[in-house]
Structure formats: structure tokens, C-alpha cells
């Protein structure tokens, strides 16, 4: 399926936010280019063409819109909560009041509704949340419950072990036998992804938009038997510059550790998507031929369906039979994003 002309110009009537990042819109009347969901009025078909890029929008003559503002990520996370999020991160301890907000430059009332947008939480509960995390951890790695509550930022033994029992249902006391899932909120040029980790690797990474995103979550902390919390992870930090390489062209191959929640056969099937060389694409008959048995192929095509970590897991590489870009959880035109990205970066090599 190709993403034709007349799509785009019905996304783009729709406002369609689905493809926001995988086109924009040159007006040739105006000489200005918008994104999908641009709020002015929209000009007739032939008035306008597409580019795949806002730098090739600018390489054609045209010039951003003021409406919509096509050079801006609309989901980026702005410097001021950067700043905060980084802080918070290095010293969970730090309590940062309105207060301190305002001494900052921020505007703690467009601070809370950041947080509330998306984090799914106030920026104080945010906070609290990664001071629980950091004292979990110090718990589990023998600290007393005093040194984790203190150490950690809490003013009062009293307020963090009724802290811990409303996360965790239990008194610090019992830190030893709980896991945990750490969640982050990670930006890349196809959306919003969330990504998950244990100790032992990364165990998720999704689109936010995804209508399933929350009960994948509840479904793989039900099975890990784990709690999950917005907290840092040490494979936080690998698994973004990695990407942040592959969406740059310059990573081929992913070296982040992956810890994979699923059935023995799921995980084989996963293994198989690793296998795939970058900038090419398998069949589902193909994949299952090399797992050694094509007759495997629906069954194949559903553990595809199951993978949660995607783009170091490749399964954007798989194709229909006829060539189609067939289903992709996080949309189909995504995948051809993500092809086209990989086919040009090998292409330059």
C-alpha cells in the first residue's frame, strides 16, 4: 500500500494526527508548507504538493506556516522540563516547589499541565514517584529503611511508608521480594514512544498513540509479577543514544540488552526479526522458513503481532506476500518511514 497523494490530502482535511511526522503539505497558491493537522483552511487538491520531509519543504521555496508551525515538534518536550527532568533524574532527593518553578523562569500552572498531559500524573506525584523508585532501590540493595527514606529525599519515616504501601501494598519492609518495571517517556522523530525496563534489559517500547499501550503494560507487569513506576533505568540511556543514532542512519544494528516478555515460541520468532539485515524486508514465509517450518506462517505473523519492542526489534521488516505493507502496530505508515528511512541510510553508506 502506497501512501498516494490523494491520502495525504484526505488526512490532511481530516486533521488527521496519525500522520503527523510522515508528511507535510506545500500550498502553491501561498508558498507556505503545514503539517497534517494544520488548522487553516485547506486549499484545493491541485493547489498543493507533498514532501517527506519539512527540509525538503524548504529546499522547494516554501516557507513555514504560522498556523501550525512545521518546523516545531509538536510533542517535544520543551528546555525548561528538560532541565527539570534531568535534575530530578541525577538527585531524586531534590524537591523542586512552585516556588522553585517560578525561580527558574517556569510557570508552575503550564508545569502541572505538562505533567498531566504526559506523564499521566502532577508534577509533585511525579516527583514522588522518583523519590519511591530511588528508595526501593536503595531497599533492595540493603540500605535500612531509615537511611532509603532519608536519603532519598523524604521528610518523615511515617510519609514514606505510607507512601510505599499505597505503590506497592506492602511496607518497605518487604522491598526485597517486590519488582519493578521503570517506565520512561522517550521522543523520537516517529512520535512519542514509552519504553520499559528491568535489570535485565528493556522489556517494552511503544508508540504512545497506540490504543493498547496501557494494558501491554498492565499485561507484561502481570507477568513479571512487578510493579511499574516513571523512574530511570541504566538501559534508559543506551537504548536513546542508540536510537538517536539509527534515526540518524549512522545505527544498524542495536546493542541495548533486551529482555523480551512472551512464550518460548514468540521469543524465537523475535529472535528470528533480529535477523533480518537493516534495509531489507522478508516475508512472513521467509521468517518461518528460517525458524524451520513454513508451515508456521499465521503463526508467525501473530507472535510479529506481539512483539513489544519495536525498531530494535525489528518487525517493520516483515512484508506481505504481493509486497504489501501489511499491519504494523504502530500504523502502516510508520513502517514505510521506517523503510525508507533504513533504505536511504544504506543507500549513502
Known amino acids: 500500500m502506497q501512501l498516494t497523494n490523494e491520502i495525504m490530502y484526505q488526512a490532511s482535511v481530516d486533521k488527521d494526527t496519525d500522520f503527523e511526522g510522515v508528511f507535510w503539505m506545500g500550498v502553491k497558491t501561498t508558498g507556505i508548507f503545514c503539517r497534517p493537522t494544520c488548522r487553516a483552511r485547506k486549499p484545493k487538491p491541485e493547489n498543493v504538493e507533498f514532501f517527506h ?21 509538536p510533542d517535544k518536550t520543551p528546555a525548561g522540563i528538560i532541565g527539570l527532568l534531568q535534575e530530578l533524574t541525577n538527585d531524586p532527593s531534590v524537591r523542586i516547589a512552585d516556588r522553585d518553578l517560578s525561580a527558574r523562569g517556569l510557570e508552575p500552572v503550564a508545569v ?126 543506551l537504548l536513546e543514544r ?9 545505527k544498524q544494528v542495536f546493542t541495548v540488552p533486551l529482555f523480551p516478555v512472551g512464550t518460548e515460541f514468540q521469543k524465537k520468532v523475535w529472535e528470528v526479526l533480529r535477523q533480518i539485515p537493516y534495509g531489507e524486508t522478508w516475508t512472513y514465509s521467509r521468517q518461518a522458513d528460517f525458524l524451520g517450518d513454513v508451515k508456521k506462517v499465521r503463526a508467525v505473523a501473530n507472535a510479529n503481532g506481539f512483539n513489544r519492542i519495536s525498531i530494535v526489534i525489528p518487525c517493520h521488516r516483515v512484508i506481505g506476500s504481493n509486497g504489501a505493507l501489511t499491519g504494523y502496530g504502530g500504523g502502516v505508515w510508520r513502517k514505510q518511514k521506517l523503510l525508507e528511512l533504513e533504505r536511504n541510510a544504506k543507500s549513502n553508506l
Open 53 to 73: 520531509s519539512a527540509h525538503e519543504a524548504l529546499n522547494n521555496g516554501y516557507r513555514p506556516c504560522k498556523v501550525c508551525k512545521p518546523l516545531e515538534n
Open 112 to 237: 502541572r499541565r505538562w505533567f498531566r498531559k504526559h506523564q499521566g500524573m502532577t508534577f509533585q506525584a511525579f516527583q514522588r514517584m522518583l523519590k519511591l523508585n530511588s528508595a526501593f532501590k536503595k531497599l533492595q540493595q540493603g540500605s535500612t529503611v531509615m537511611d532509603s527514606a532519608y536519603e532519598s529525599g523524604f521528610a518523615s519515616l511515617s510519609g514514606f511508608s505510607e507512601g510505599f504501601r499505597n505503590v506497592f501494598g506492602n511496607s518497605p519492609a518487604g522491598a526485597k521480594q517486590q519488582k519493578i518495571i521503570d517506565l520512561k517517556r522517550i521522543e523520537t522523530p516517529v512520535g512519542t514512544m514509552y519504553a520499559a525496563a528491568v535489570p535485565e534489559g528493556i522489556c517494552l517500547l511503544e508508540f504512545g498513540d497506540r490504543s493498547s499501550l496501557e494494558s501491554t503494560i498492565i499485561s507484561i507487569a502481570k507477568q513479571l509479577n512487578a510493579k511499574v513506576m516513571i523512574a530511570n533505568n541504566p538501559h534508559f540511556e
Open 242 to 250: 542508540e536510537l538517536t543514532e539509527y534515526f540518524n542512519g549512522q
